[in-house]
C-alpha cells in the first residue's frame, strides 16, 4: 500500500484495494483535498490514526433528475415546518455533523484535523452547507465539496460529505432542497460515496468507479 510524503499526488485509482483504499498519509491540504476529489478520492478515517484515502470500487451516486421523494415527504414540505438555508453556518453543521450520535456507530470519523481542513475550503468557496432550522434552531444540516464543471456540457458535481440531523426528516429536508437547488444549476451528479440505505430511498445508486471517473474534472 503507498504511503503518501509531502509530494502533491496520489497513484492511480485503479490500484485501489479490494477495501477501495488508495493510499496512506499526506496531509488535508486544500491543494490535496482538491486533487483528491477531483481523482475520485476521498479521506476517511478515525482520530489517531494516519489519513486514509479511499476511491471504492462501487460509487454511490445521485443523479438530480432522479430524486425520489415519498408522498409522506412531499406533504411535510407542503407544511413548510422547516426552514431552509445555504452557506449560513458551515462551521456550526460540520461542528454537528462531528458530534452527532449515529446509530451503530461508536464516535465519528471526522476528526479536529479534518474538521478545520473543510472549515478552510469553505472559507475559500469550495466547501458548501445546508442549514435545516426549525424555530430558529439548527437542527439538520449536511456539507460537502463543489467540484468545477469539465467543460460545457457536463456540469458540476457536488461531493456530499456528511448531514445530521436532531429532529426526525431534518437531514432529508436539507439533502432535498440541496438537490432541487443544484438541479435548477445544472449539476450533473451528487457523488454519495459509500452505498446507504437512506439514500438509497431518495434515488441514489451505486455506479462503477470507471463511469464515475468520467465525470470528473479533467486535472
Request: hydrophobic share 40%.
Given at each position: 500500500m503507498i504511503l503518501l510524503s509531502n509530494k502533491l499526488w496520489f497513484p492511480p485509482v485503479e490500484t485501489a484495494s479490494a477495501e477501495g483504499i488508495v493510499a496512506f498519509g499526506g496531509?488535508?491540504?486544500?491543494?490535496?483535498?482538491?486533487?483528491?476529489?477531483?481523482s475520485g478520492i476521498f479521506p476517511w478515517y478515525n482520530q489517531g490514526e494516519p489519513v486514509v484515502w479511499y476511491s471504492p470500487e462501487q460509487r454511490m451516486v445521485l443523479f438530480p433528475e432522479e430524486l425520489k421523494v415519498s408522498k409522506s415527504t412531499k406533504q411535510l414540505l407542503r407544511k413548510e415546518i422547516f426552514k431552509v438555508t445555504f452557506n449560513q453556518n458551515f462551521e456550526e453543521v460540520i461542528k454537528q455533523c462531528k458530534i452527532i450520535s449515529r446509530k451503530d456507530q461508536a464516535g465519528t470519523w471526522i476528526t479536529d484535523e479534518m474538521e478545520q481542513a473543510y472549515i478552510q475550503l469553505h472559507k475559500l468557496g469550495h466547501a458548501k452547507s445546508v442549514e435545516v432550522w426549525l424555530d430558529d434552531e439548527l437542527v439538520g444540516?449536511?456539507?460537502?465539496?463543489?467540484?468545477?464543471?469539465?467543460q460545457i456540457g457536463l456540469g458540476a458535481i457536488f461531493c456530499g460529505e456528511s448531514m445530521f440531523s436532531k429532529v426526525s426528516n431534518a437531514s432529508k429536508i436539507a439533502f432535498i432542497y440541496l438537490v432541487e437547488k443544484l438541479k435548477k444549476e445544472q449539476y450533473k451528479m451528487i457523488d454519495c460515496q459509500v452505498y446507504n440505505d437512506h439514500l438509497a430511498s431518495l434515488g441514489a445508486k451505486e455506479i462503477p468507479r470507471a463511469e464515475f471517473l468520467k465525470f470528473l474534472p479533467k486535472l
Open positions: 496531509d488535508l491540504s486544500v491543494e490535496r483535498l482538491l486533487l483528491a476529489y477531483k444540516g449536511l456539507y460537502g465539496v463543489d467540484l468545477p464543471k469539465r
